[in-house]
T-cell receptor, first 116, second 110 residues
Framework: DVKVTQSSRYLVKRTGEKVFLECVQD?????MFWYRQDPGLGLRLIYF???????EKGDIPEGYSVSREKKERFSLILESASTNQTSMYLC???????????????FGPGTRLTVL | QKEVEQNSGPLSVPEGAIASLNCTYS??????FFWYRQYSGKSPELIMS????GDKEDGRFTAQLNKASQYVSLLIRDSQPSDSATYLC??????????FGGGTRLMVKP
């Protein structure tokens, strides 16, 4: 079974703090994704990475950066946390299309971040 | 802008009934379609994938795909209170990415 883990289930930070959210997958997947999920807005893609040191902006990258130094690990960084970044953050991974029939994405348990 | 549309619900069904969840998508080039179940406060869990037109069955779940009409549906037979959750439809989008619908909240009443 694919296992995606995230560093924290709940996190409380103060405005202006630098925040690191970490995601690790154990299935040797090439693709990794960071989403945020808010009531009424659904899942929104922040960044994704298709290889080590590679990253692509998603729909809402402003205020975020990412790092992928190892294949299994994808970090989301909030450079200066703001209250409007209070949200559920979800990491996902998938096999690269072509190596798999479907580009199924598997999610980690999520991190509920509150910025005060 | 590629879109995936779902009725937000709630869809309320009695225990033991069939729940029918629907999803339409805008990109005719989409090839892969997914249903995720998300319990309140939890992350989405993949329950069904479908690639070809027609039906795909897995236990109490049946996914139906009609590419000509650009819709995909999920049927849940013998619905149980434990099926109460939000169901997300996802459609492949430019290769390795997915576009998610807003989800339909299902309530199964004992």
């Amino acid at each position: 079974d694919v296992k995606v883990t995230q560093s924290s289930r709940y996190l409380v930070k103060r405005t202006g703090e630098k925040v690191f959210l970490e995601c690790v997958q154990d299935m040797d997947h090439e693709n990794m994704f960071w989403y945020r999920q808010d009531p009424g807005l659904g899942l929104r893609l922040i960044y994704f990475s298709y290889d080590v040191k590679m990253k692509e902006k998603g729909d809402i990258p402003e205020g975020y950066s990412v790092s992928r130094e190892k294949k299994e690990r994808f970090s989301l960084i909030l450079e200066s946390a703001s209250t409007n970044q209070t949200s559920m953050y979800l990491c996902a991974s998938s096999q690269i299309l072509g190596l798999a029939d479907y580009n199924e994405q598997f999610f980690g348990p999520g991190t509920r971040l509150t910025v005060l | 802008q590629k879109e995936v549309e779902q009725n937000s619900g709630p869809l309320s069904v009695p225990e033991g009934a069939i729940a029918s969840l629907n999803c339409t998508y805008s990109d005719r080039g989409s090839q892969s379609f997914f249903w995720y179940r998300q319990y309140s406060g939890k992350s989405p869990e993949l329950i069904m994938s479908i690639y070809s037109n027609g039906d795909k069955e897995d236990g109490r779940f049946t996914a139906q795909l009609n590419k000509a009409s650009q819709y995909v549906s999920l049927l849940i037979r013998d619905s149980q209170p434990s099926d109460s959750a939000t169901y997300l439809c996802a459609v492949d989008n430019a290769g390795n990415m997915l576009t998610f619908g807003g989800g339909t909240r299902l309530m199964v009443k004992p």
